[in-house]
Structure formats: C-alpha cells, structure tokens
C-alpha cells in the first residue's frame, strides 16, 4: 500500500512554486517530488577520476564487449524511450542484491530480485522483468562491467536489446541510474538483507517511484511510458495526499 506523504519524505525534493489540485487539496508538487536526476556523478570526469580510470578493466570478465562510445545518437541524447541503465545494489556484507533499471528517457524505474550475483542469475531475472515491457521499450542496455553481465549476449538474445559497457570505474557514465540507486537506499539500505524482499515487495517499490513526478515537465514517469491511460496521476493520488505534511 502507497504510505501517506510525511514531512520526513521531502526533505530531499526539490522546491518548486507549481502547485496542482488534487481532488480539492492543493498540494505541491514539492511534497510529491524526487529529485532530478543530477548528481556529481553525471559530470564529467576529473583529472584524478580519469587516472581511476586506467586501473584494473575488468574486460575479461564480460566477454564480448560494445562498448558506451558506440551507442547511436537516439540513445546518448534520449530521443526515444526503450534505452536503460542497469546495475546493482548490494545488502549488508555485499551478501545480498537487487538488480536496479532506469529507462533514461522516462526514469521509470523496474526493480529485479535475485538468489544470488552470478551471471546465470542475473541474466534469468533482468529477461523476467524486461520482458514485462512491450519490445519497442527493450530497446538498449548500458551496463557497467559487473561480472553479473558476463551473459549478457544470452540475455540480449531473450530481450531484444542492445548491451553497452561502460569505462571502467566511470559511473558518471550511467549517471541516471547512480542517482536513482541513491534514491532507492530510503528502502532498501545498504545495511540490510536485501534477499528478504519479495519480487511483489520491489515492484511496490518501483511503483512508488514511478507514481511521483520527476524533472521531465514534472510528470511521473509511469505516465511517460506506460501506454497513454494505464496511469492517471491524479487518481493514484487522490487520498493519497496528507494536508497536514504540505
């Protein structure tokens, strides 16, 4: 069930003058709000970062690399949806993690549960919840060099999409989905075990991220790509508001 909207909840959201009605509340859209997707890691690299980057390449662990300098302007510039980043976030000890994918033109988020980090693993529950989504929205992939992507051809092979790769130890490359992983920690903190939740509990999760409106025209990015109907903003969120935090 989708929690009322706390003073706690928008400490971390981005003031905004614009407000909308909603079922005759008049909440703003600040109470609602995730931050955009901006972090330090989206800038370009410094000169100490871009030493980082000639470390160790973990290129023999992912067989098979394209890699992120190929991707086609559509992706790079965000023309269409269907392109996502993807990662994962681990638990307490690193013994724990949730597959995380953020479509770079929407933010919609999707949620992927695991048993474990391995490549059979990973590469049977991203094709689940990617095959979820119509194929002109499975598009592309941009990953970094986990060695959880090492069958990424098989995965691409069930999905239809295109993997990138990342530089090694360049996470302002995936930027959008550092900074949504970042989000996701107000649920699932890095202290905890993360094998406890269900795949229903994530989708929960996911859902509550894509409900709330984001720095695209300030809409949410279920309404951006789900098809047109499946989401009314103002219905999910009617009730849903509690005047008292606004």
Not at 16 to 41: E, F, K, Q, Y
Not at 122 to 151: H, P, V
């Amino acid at each position: 069930m989708e929690p009322m909207i706390g003073a706690h909840e928008t400490a971390d959201r981005k003031p905004l003058a614009t407000r909308i009605p909603l079922d005759g509340v008049n909440a703003s859209i600040a109470s609602l709000t995730l931050m955009p997707a901006s972090s330090p890691c989206c800038a370009a690299p410094t000169d100490s970062e871009e030493s980082v980057r000639r470390g160790k390449d973990r290129r023999k662990s992912v067989p098979n690399m394209t890699l992120i300098d190929q991707r086609p302007a559509e992706v790079l510039e965000r023309l269409v949806p269907g392109h996502w980043e993807g990662d994962l976030i681990k638990g307490k000890q690193n013994r724990s993690q949730v597959g995380t994918l953020v479509e770079r033109s929407t933010f919609f988020v999707a949620l992927v549960r695991l048993e474990n980090g391995n490549a059979e693993t990973a590469a049977e529950g991203f094709a689940q919840i990617l095959n979820r989504f119509d194929a002109e929205m499975r598009r592309s992939m941009t990953y970094d060099r986990g060695r959880e992507m090492a069958r990424h051809q098989n995965l691409s092979e069930r999905t239809g999409l295109k993997f990138y790769f990342a530089h090694p130890h360049s996470p302002w490359e995936r930027g959008i989905n550092e900074n949504t992983n970042g989000l996701l920690r107000r649920y699932l903190p890095k202290g905890e075990d993360l094998s406890v939740y269900s795949q229903d509990q994530l989708d929960d999760i996911a859902a509550r991220f894509n409900a709330r409106p984001r720095s695209l025209g300030w809409k949410a990015p279920a309404e951006l790509f789900l098809p047109i109907g499946a989401f009314d903003f103002q219905k999910h969120w009617s009730g849903k508001i509690n005047p008292v935090a606004l």
